[in-house]
Each structure stands twice: as C-alpha cells, then as structure tokens.
C-alpha cells in the first residue's frame, strides 16, 4: 500500500490517496490526446483506492465508452485539471493521472498502448511493453509493473 498525494494545476483540488499501485501505463489513444491536449495521457493504477480530498472539490464528467462502460471523469472546476477516472468495467481500481502527483517524475510507465494512434515522431522506449490497440489482457502490464517495483523503483 502507498500514500500519493497530488494536486490539480491551480491548486484548488489537492488530494490523497492510499491503495495499491497495480500499474502505471501511457495511452496513446486518440481520447486520451484530446483530454491530454498533448501526444498521450498516463494512467496510475490503484486498486481499492482510499481517496481524500485535502481541499477543494472536483467536478465530475461521465464519458461513454464504445464498449459500453461508463467512465466517471473527475477534475478541478477552476482550473480543468482531469485527476481521476473510474471506469464501471474496472472493479475497484481508480485510475489517477500521475502528472498530478507531487512526486510526478518518479512515475516511469511501463507500458506504452494505442501505440498505432501515436503522434508523428513518437518513438517507444527501451524496455517498455508496446500494443498497436488496448491490450488483450491487463496482466502483463500488471506483472511488469510488479517486475519494475521489485528492482526498488519507484
Ligand atoms: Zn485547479
Ligand atoms: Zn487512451
């Protein structure tokens, strides 16, 4: 279990949160762009996630997905910092975005996916699990995060 603590980009939401961290990955899907308003967005893992909000409040928006999940979208209403995402075919997991996490550099995602929507010039790193489209099967990712974890990282 960890304790993460992070905040939105004008400050107004700060938050903390307490579970298991189960993988960190990029997407490279064209969602994820967007919402990023960049070349990907990252996903931090944690299962049975114990979130508190140290200050302010977020507000949410509900995405759905072609698969038919509802993705429950939190950010800050002052500054439109997305900060979490819970998906209703995920279980227990809240998916945090780690670029808001005060000790954001130490996240090294382990797995890059969406990889055949990915911006020109984008090239994957040494090292990490690559898929053209979402992965068929989530445990890889988990493994090799649990495999990076184990070396003493982060
Ligand atoms: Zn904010
Ligand atoms: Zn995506």
């Not at 304790?3 to 939401?13: N, R, S």
């Not at 049975?48 to 909000?53: E, I, K």
């Not at 996490?101 to 010039?121: F, N």
Request: glycine residues 10%; charged residues 15%.
């Amino acid at each position: 279990m960890q304790t993460l603590e992070g905040q939105c980009q004008c400050g107004a939401v700060r938050y903390r949160v307490h579970g298991e961290v189960l993988t960190v990955f990029a997407c490279h899907c064209r969602e994820c762009q967007r919402q990023s308003a960049s070349a990907f967005g990252m996903a931090l893992w944690l299962r049975a996630a114990q979130l508190t909000l140290l200050q302010g409040a977020v507000q949410r928006w509900q995405r759905h997905t072609p698969s038919g999940r509802v993705m429950d979208c939190d950010f800050c209403p002052q500054c439109g910092t997305r900060l979490f995402h819970r998906s209703s075919g995920n279980g227990d997991v809240l998916s945090i975005k780690p670029g808001t996490l005060d000790d954001a550099p130490a996240w090294r995602p382990v797995a890059h996916i969406w990889t055949a929507s990915a911006q020109a010039g984008w090239q994957p790193p040494d090292g990490v699990l690559c898929y053209p489209g979402n992965p068929p099967a989530w445990e890889p990712l988990l493994q090799a995060w649990r495999a990076y974890a184990a070396c003493g990282q982060p």
